[in-house]
C-alpha cells in the first residue's frame, strides 16, 4: 500500500508501480534545461523499453552474495530467510 499525492490509499499492484514511477520520474527529473531534460527523457523511455526481466538464475547469483547476520529492513525479512526460501521464492522474486 502506498499512498498518491492526494493521501489517499492504492491498494492495486499496478496502481503502486504507477505512483512509484511517478514518484521517482519527478525526483530524478529535475528541470535544469529544457532541451536537456527532453533529451534525457527520450533516451531514458529508449532504455526502460529494452530492460529485460532477470532470470532465476540472476537472481539466486544476488541473493547468494547478500551478507548473512545483517539487520532487516524495514520489511524485516532477514537476508537468511530470503536465501533459504528455496527455489519457490526465487520463482516469486
Do not use: H
Request: proline residues 2%; glycine residues 8%.
Amino acid at each position: 500500500m502506498c499512498k498518491n499525492k492526494k493521501g489517499e490509499l492504492l491498494g492495486g499492484d499496478e496502481e503502486i508501480r504507477k505512483r512509484w514511477t511517478e514518484q521517482f520520474k519527478e525526483l530524478l527529473n529535475t528541470e535544469s534545461n529544457g532541451k536537456e531534460q527532453t533529451a534525457q527523457n527520450t533516451e531514458a523511455s529508449a532504455q526502460e523499453q529494452c530492460i529485460e526481466e532477470p532470470n532465476t538464475q540472476e537472481v539466486w547469483e544476488v541473493i547468494k552474495e547478500l551478507r548473512n547476520n545483517k539487520a532487516p529492513g524495514g520489511d524485516n525479512i532477514c537476508v537468511e530467510l530470503v536465501k533459504y526460501g528455496g527455489d519457490k521464492l526465487i520463482q516469486l522474486i
